[in-house]
Nanobody
Framework: QVQLVESGGGLVQAGGSLRLSCAASGSGFDIRTMGWYRQAPGKQRELVAGITNGGNTNYADSVKGRFTISRDNAKNTMYLQMNNLKPEDTAVYLC??????????????WGRGTQVTVSS
């Protein structure tokens, strides 16, 4: 099993910043693509940003220029730097990882999420 634990969420005023982290733990795994998703009440889960193990990134149009995704492969940790936050960024942010595990092959894991609330 691989566990993903998010941290760094909270309450911030519009225009403020937060930095989310997602730490992966377990044994016998190799993380391939990682991503941040978010889900607001009454809305579908959406991809915010993704990053490959080679460092290629992609972003939702709504966050381009404001959010930056990065990862530290040595620490099995992914980050999301969020600047100029807007009330519409309010959501639960979830970490996702596509992992190759010895004896299991490729598997998809989710964290439990961290709440981000942006006040106007």
């Amino acid at each position: 099993q691989v566990q993903l634990v998010e941290s760094g969420g909270g309450l911030v005023q519009a225009g403020g910043s937060l930095r989310l982290s997602c730490a992966a733990s377990g044994s016998g795994f190799d993380i391939r693509t990682m991503g941040w998703y978010r889900q607001a009440p009454g809305k579908q889960r959406e991809l915010v940003a993704g990053i490959t193990n080679g460092g290629n990134t992609n972003y939702a149009d709504s966050v381009k220029g404001r959010f930056t995704i990065s990862r530290d492969n040595a620490k099995n940790t992914m980050y999301l730097q969020m600047n100029n936050l807007k009330p519409e960024d309010t959501a639960v942010y979830l970490c996702n990882a596509i992992v190759y595990q010895t004896g299991w092959g490729q598997r998809n894991y989710w964290g439990r999420g961290t709440q981000v609330t942006v006040s106007s």
